[in-house]
């Protein structure tokens, strides 16, 4: 009779070792497949962004190149635009013959999420040539590197410029002297 104690206390020692390790392996199997969908979740999120930030930035490239072209109104937000055609309103004159742009080259282009949407930061540089190409000599062309930060928002669907400040990083003539000297 102590045989059969001794193997019964043996085999429900058995079965409660091997109840503690199947639970053990069910919850880690668990917890890994909780942590491996998180993973695709971020995965996935980070392949949204990443894309999204692509676009950004070839829109970004289009927009510089219309900006100076004259053609940048079609990538404003409704207020922007609103605002951009009030200020043409307030009393400032344009002749409506603008300048050829020649030796445009992006420099850098940074995007980055914000709150309302993706604040772009550029570098770039143009040479201008004149009203209606004007400056036939390359000496005589107007060299300008700018910086651009752009504000995006997506409005009905697209990307759209909600806020542009373009402000002259150094004239043309100056980046041009300091690459010479050194």
């Known amino acids: 009779m102590r045989k059969l104690d001794l193997r019964i206390i043996l085999m429900g020692i058995a079965i409660l070792a091997l109840a503690l390790i199947s639970f053990n392996l069910y919850l880690a199997s668990s917890e890994a497949k909780e942590e491996n969908h998180l993973l695709k979740e971020e995965v996935e999120r980070l392949k949204t962004v990443q894309s999204t930030e692509q676009a950004i930035y070839t829109r970004t490239e289009d927009f510089l190149e219309a900006t100076l072209e004259g053609g940048s109104i079609d990538f404003f937000s409704a207020a922007f635009r609103e605002e951009a055609e009030a200020e043409l309103d307030g009393g400032k004159d344009f002749h409506g013959s603008r300048s ?54 997506q409005e009905d669907g697209e990307w759209k410029v909600d806020a542009h400040d373009l402000q002259p990083l150094a004239s043309g003539q100056e980046v041009e002297e300091a690459l010479e000297n050194g």
């Open 100 to 153: 050829q742009m020649e030796n445009f080259e992006v420099f850098n282009i940074s995007v980055r999420e914000v709150e309302d949407g993706y604040g772009v930061y550029a570098i770039y540089k143009v040479s201008l040539t004149g009203v209606e190409g004007e400056l036939e000599n390359p000496g005589e062309q107007s060299l300008l590197y700018l910086t651009s930060r752009i504000q995006w928002i």
